[in-house]
């Protein structure tokens, strides 16, 4: 019997930190801005931070959420004019 481990959506693949982004990576969590900041590979990173392969994927997921909700709170006009 063979088991397939198949990964589901992957909503953050080819995302980039845009140097228009500096002013909301700031309103971020530490933690979150340093990883959303640093370059390298997974294994690398997680070193760099000393936390798991696992804790550091979690961080960089819920970093990237939080900066897209960002990118859509700044972006959409007030409504109120």
Same mark, same amino acid.
């Given at each position: 019997? #063979?088991?397939?481990?198949?990964?589901?959506? !992957?909503?953050? +693949? %080819?995302? &980039?930190?845009?140097?228009?982004?500096? /002013?909301?990576?700031? $309103?971020? $969590?530490?933690?979150? !801005?340093?990883?959303?900041?640093? #370059?390298? #590979?997974? @294994? *690398?990173?997680? +070193? *760099?931070? $000393?936390?798991?392969?696992? #804790?550091? &994927?979690?961080?960089?997921? &819920? @970093? +990237? @959420? /939080?900066?897209? @909700?960002?990118? !859509?709170?700044?972006?959409?006009?007030? %409504?109120?004019?």
């Amino acid at each position: 019997m #063979t088991i397939s481990l198949m990964r589901g959506p !992957q909503p953050f +693949r %080819g995302f &980039r930190v845009l140097p228009s982004d500096d /002013a909301l990576i700031a $309103k971020l $969590k530490p933690e979150y !801005q340093a990883v959303l900041r640093a #370059t390298g #590979t997974y @294994a *690398q990173l997680a +070193r *760099q931070f $000393k936390v798991s392969d696992g #804790t550091l &994927r979690n961080r960089l997921h &819920r @970093a +990237r @959420a /939080a900066l897209v @909700a960002l990118r !859509q709170r700044y972006s959409m006009p007030s %409504g109120g004019s």
